[in-house]
């Protein structure tokens, strides 16, 4: 749709880009998406035999590709890694893709624990910041940059089998969009980036068949697709896209009864 298309900062194709999250699901299918020669892939996760195998296909394909297994809690060793990255070629895109989800969030009856709430803020939600903020001083006096945050159609909707994570998503979705009108006026664009499902290792631990699943490689087309275009928001399928908006825009008194029968988690 033309009109989602960010006009304040030109469109250059990426030569080197951070993706966090890269050694399985989304993260390693774009990763795989863009690996090609003249390409540079700087690659963040925690397994490192995933990690590694990703990075070696990327090589591969013929992207100059390096990887670090890093903990995007961490900001510290986010900040050095990013920086000595940067050093070595500008980053042009940062995909802040790292993230937990699927049967390690869903809630029992009685909501989250202290302990799994804190995993999901601070991976979903702080993981961001620390892959984004370090890149904004350099983007910023450098005129260009593009950031990309990994939310949710979650973001639209408070789902009861997952209250925090939809926060969590919804959190970085906002954040997202701020930073944008925030720097935007300084060439620097921010896409947030909303999936349905989409069948990877996440979405496979929850018990059931979720609906308009789609492949990774799908999806991964998609986000490219848009990227390339300067896309602010990113959002598929559409079905799902138009229903969790027009859930959004309900009064809770008649919403909550079709969201409670979403729940497929522990009852
Ligand atoms: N699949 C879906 O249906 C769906 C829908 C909407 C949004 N999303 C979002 O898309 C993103 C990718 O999800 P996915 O479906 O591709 O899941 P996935 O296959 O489980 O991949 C998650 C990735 O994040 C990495 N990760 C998790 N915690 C990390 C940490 N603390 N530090 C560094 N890396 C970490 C994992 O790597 P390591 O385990 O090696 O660290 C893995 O590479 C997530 O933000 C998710 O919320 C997914």
Redesign the pocket.
């Known amino acids: 749709m033309a009109a989602d298309v960010g006009a304040d900062a030109a469109l250059v194709a990426p030569a080197h880009i951070l993706i966090?999250?890269?050694?399985?699901?989304?993260?390693a299918a774009l990763a795989r998406y863009y690996a090609r020669k003249g390409m540079r892939l700087s690659l963040?996760?925690?397994?490192e035999e995933?990690?590694e195998q990703v990075a070696l296909e990327c090589r591969k394909a013929g992207a100059r590709t390096e990887w670090n297994t890093?903990?995007?809690?961490h900001s510290e060793a986010m900040r050095s890694w990013i920086e000595e990255c940067d050093g070595r070629q500008p980053i042009d895109m940062v995909i802040a893709?790292?993230?937990?989800?699927g049967e390690n969030v869903i809630a029992p009856p009685a909501g989250e624990s202290l302990s799994v709430s804190r995993d999901i803020i601070e991976?979903?939600v702080l993981?961001v910041t620390n892959s984004v903020i370090p890149l904004l001083p350099r983007f910023v006096a450098r005129g260009k940059g593009h950031v990309v945050i990994?939310s949710?159609l979650a973001a639209h909707v408070g789902l009861p089998d997952a209250p925090l994570y939809s926060a969590s998503k919804a959190a970085v979705r906002v954040y997202g969009h701020g930073l944008r009108r925030l720097l935007g006026p300084k060439g620097i664009r921010v896409t947030v980036v909303c999936?349905?499902?989409?069948a990877?290792?996440?979405?496979a631990s929850v018990p059931g068949h979720p609906p308009f699943l789609w492949s990774v490689e799908r999806a991964a087309a998609r986000i490219v697709s848009g990227l390339g275009r300067g896309k602010r928001e990113i959002s598929f399928p559409w079905q799902l896209a138009a229903l969790t908006r027009f859930a959004a825009v309900l009064p809770p008194s008649l919403i909550d009864p079709l969201l409670q029968r979403t729940r497929r988690g522990r009852t």
């Open positions: 966090t999250g890269a050694s399985s699901g989304i993260g963040v996760a925690r397994n995933r990690l890093i903990d995007v809690v893709n790292a993230g937990i989800g991976t979903n993981g990994m949710s999936p349905g499902f989409v990877t290792p996440m979405s």
